[in-house]
């Protein structure tokens, strides 16, 4: 099994920053696709950013593709997604999810490990 541990979620005015953290616990995390999701209200849970097990591949969705960049440290079980000129549309719960195998992954029912997540709200 794997926990997940999301934080760095805030209030932030557009065209700012942040940087989310994922703490992970569990021996598969280390051999598992990492993916950061984000649902907004009256939305579906949709893939924001994923990587591979060692963080050689990476794929994002379009629209935070230039603005975010996901990496992960084995050695500390961490996932980070780092956000940059955030928007209002930006603003939502974001979620870590391990993914069941260890190739890049981008569809929500390739994970099976989610944290609880955190909000980020960007106001304009």
């Known amino acids: 099994q794997v926990q997940l541990v999301e934080s760095g979620g805030g209030l932030v005015q557009a065209g700012g920053s942040l940087t989310l953290s994922c703490a992970a616990s569990?021996?598969?995390?280390?051999?598992?696709?990492m993916g950061w999701f984000r649902q907004a209200p009256g939305k579906e849970r949709e893939i924001v950013a994923a990587i591979s097990w060692s963080g050689d591949s990476t794929d994002y969705t379009d629209s935070v593709k230039g603005r975010f960049t996901i990496w992960r440290d084995n050695d500390k079980d961490t996932v980070y997604l780092q956000m940059s000129s955030l928007k209002p549309e930006d603003t939502a719960v974001y979620y870590c999810?391990?993914?069941?195998?260890?190739?890049?992954?981008?569809?929500?029912?390739?994970?099976?490990?989610w944290g609880q997540g955190t909000q980020v709200a960007v106001s304009s």
């Open positions: 999810a391990a993914g069941r195998y260890s190739g890049i992954a981008l569809s929500t029912s390739a994970y099976n490990y």
């Open positions: 569990g021996r598969t995390f280390r051999t598992s696709s």
